[in-house]
């Protein structure tokens, strides 16, 4: 006997056919009936009354029911409970943060955050999108913050917006448009973009190539290894690059000429996102910091 011969067991209870059950339950019609056989057998007594009409539960049957359920119930809870316990004691929250993004989009919600929950210890990381959501499906991160391009797709994640931005295009401080303020989309066109490498960071780097088509235009596109060496080309005028509208982003690298972009489809939603299956009581705590902009 398991926990799965149990829920074919409350499926069919519930269901009183043997079809229903099995769809409830994603198996065959035979695998529930081979299951329920095997119970009774071994239990000792039949659960179920059946003819060629329906199925129905003996009085044995009904009773056995209601003491499942309430096992499965009790548990359920002990699990959860020695979970919680089991964070509680090592009252840890591990953030993992993207290295197209940089630690500044998370700042201002772990400042709030670790001012409220002092005792609580934030572990770090920086990483690639994919090696993030890796992580936080392996339960090695607890949240991760990530373009919402990142996210498309996934199954099982759940996410927040943090900021949405507009985006600029950096030139470096002898480009052409260098000592303007705002650009057309258009005018894009013929120029070099320095993107992150498509295996490091591929939704991203697809959302890229996909908006400045929209835009009118195949990019001509280079390829890098990290955002570091993207700002480094950037700035040496190789190419230019595609950059949140931030404050932060300007005053850290002014050498670097931000342009606003017209008429383009280019925007970028950062998204912390976790598992659903997380029982981390320090990340509820996190989202509702991060729900709080106050």
């Given at each position: 006997?398991?926990?799965?011969?149990l829920?074919?067991?409350?499926?069919?209870?519930e269901?009183?056919?043997?079809?229903?059950?099995?769809?409830?339950?994603?198996?065959?019609?035979?695998?529930?009936?081979?299951?329920?056989?095997?119970?009774?057998?071994?239990?000792?007594?039949?659960?179920?009354?059946?003819?060629?009409?329906?199925?129905?539960?003996?009085?044995?049957?009904?009773?056995?029911?209601?003491?499942?359920?309430?096992?499965l119930?009790?548990?359920?809870?002990?699990?959860?409970d020695?979970?919680?316990?089991?964070?509680?004691?090592?009252?840890?929250?591990?953030?993992?943060?993207?290295?197209?993004?940089?630690?500044?989009?998370?700042?201002?919600?772990?400042?709030?955050?670790?001012?409220?929950?002092?005792?609580?210890?934030?572990?770090?990381?920086?990483?690639?999108?994919?090696?993030?959501?890796?992580?936080?499906?392996?339960?090695?991160?607890?949240?991760i913050?990530?373009?919402k391009?990142?996210?498309?797709?996934e199954?099982?994640?759940?996410?927040?917006?943090?900021?949405?931005?507009?985006?600029?295009?950096?030139?470096?401080?002898?480009?052409?448009?260098?000592?303007?303020?705002?650009?057309?989309?258009?005018?894009?066109?013929?120029?070099?973009?320095?993107?992150?490498?498509?295996?490091?960071?591929?939704?991203?780097?697809?959302?890229?190539?996909?908006?400045?088509?929209?835009?009118?235009?195949?990019?001509?596109?280079?390829?890098?290894?990290?955002?570091?060496?993207?700002?480094?080309?950037?700035?040496?005028?190789?190419?230019?690059?595609?950059?949140?509208?931030?404050?932060?982003?300007?005053?850290?690298?002014q050498?670097?000429?931000?342009?606003?972009?017209?008429?383009?489809?280019?925007?970028?939603?950062?998204?912390?996102?976790?598992?659903?299956?997380?029982?981390?009581?320090?990340?509820?705590?996190?989202?509702?910091?991060?729900?709080?902009?106050?």
């Open positions: 006997m398991n926990r799965q011969t829920e074919y067991f409350i499926a069919l209870s269901t009183l056919n043997f079809t229903e059950a099995g769809k409830r339950q994603f198996v065959s019609q035979t695998t529930i009936s081979r299951a329920i056989k095997q119970l009774e057998k071994e239990i000792g007594f039949a659960l179920f009354e059946s003819c060629t009409t329906k199925v129905q539960l003996t009085p044995a049957g009904s009773d056995y029911l209601t003491s499942v359920k309430s096992i119930k009790l548990y359920d809870k002990a699990v959860e020695g979970v919680r316990l089991s964070y509680k004691e090592n009252n840890v929250l591990k953030v993992g943060f993207s290295n197209d993004l940089g630690f500044e989009y998370v700042t201002g919600v772990l400042k709030r955050y670790q001012q409220k929950n002092q005792s609580v210890e934030i572990v770090l990381q920086q990483s690639t999108p994919a090696q993030l959501l890796t992580q936080i499906n392996d339960g090695t991160l607890d949240i913050s990530v373009f391009a990142e996210l498309q797709d199954k099982g994640i759940n996410s927040l917006n943090v900021c949405q931005y507009n985006v600029k295009v950096g030139v470096g401080p002898f480009h052409r448009f260098a000592g303007r303020e705002s650009i057309e989309a258009t005018e894009l066109r013929n120029e070099k973009i320095i993107v992150p490498k498509r295996e490091s960071f591929q939704k991203h780097y697809d959302y890229i190539l996909d908006c400045c088509r929209q835009d009118g235009f195949d990019p001509i596109v280079i390829e890098v290894d990290s955002f570091e060496t993207q700002l480094l080309l950037t700035e040496l005028g190789r190419g230019i690059s595609f950059y949140p509208d931030s404050d932060g982003l300007t005053k850290k690298y050498t670097i000429t931000f342009l606003k972009i017209n008429q383009t489809h280019h925007q970028y939603n950062i998204e912390f996102a976790w598992n659903q299956a997380n029982k981390n009581p320090c990340l509820n705590a996190f989202l509702n910091t991060a729900r709080d902009k106050n």
